[in-house]
């Protein structure tokens, strides 16, 4: 069973940047596809980036593109969103997800991700 547990959000200017943490209670992280997601006020959680087992493959949604960028680090459980040049738009709700690790892909919809974090607020003011 794994347990993940985001940290970082906050509230920032526009143009500024956050980095986001998700630690995971599993011995076996480094067998899972991890991603982010964001859900702002009234608009459905969407795909911000995702990265496979190794870190050699990463995923973004367009709109953060040459932005953010995801990491992770096996020997810690931890994964990671740097997050730069930030926007108002950028504001929401941030969840660390994991996958089942039975599937290597990087996904992209919420389906396609059995574990889902608390979640962090990221405010971004213009």
């Known amino acids: 069973q794994v347990q993940l547990v985001e940290s970082g959000g906050g509230l920032v200017q526009a143009g500024g940047s956050l980095r986001l943490s998700c630690a995971a209670s599993?011995?076996?992280?480094?067998?899972?596809?991890m991603g982010w997601f964001r859900q702002a006020p009234g608009k459905e959680r969407e795909f911000v980036a995702g990265?496979?087992?190794?870190?050699?493959?990463?995923e973004y949604t367009d709109s953060v593109k040459g932005r953010f960028n995801i990491s992770r680090d096996n020997a810690k459980n931890t994964v990671y969103l740097q997050m730069n040049s930030l926007k108002p738009e950028d504001t929401a709700v941030y969840f660390c997800?994991?996958?089942?690790?039975?599937?290597?892909?990087?996904?992209?919809?919420?389906?396609?991700?059995?574990?889902w974090g608390q979640g962090t607020q990221v405010t971004v003011s213009s």
């Open positions: 990265i496979d087992w190794s870190g050699g493959t990463t």
């Open positions: 599993v011995r076996t992280f480094s067998r899972y596809v």
């Open positions: 997800v994991a996958r089942n690790p039975s599937f290597r892909l990087v996904g992209t919809t919420t389906r396609q991700y059995d574990r």
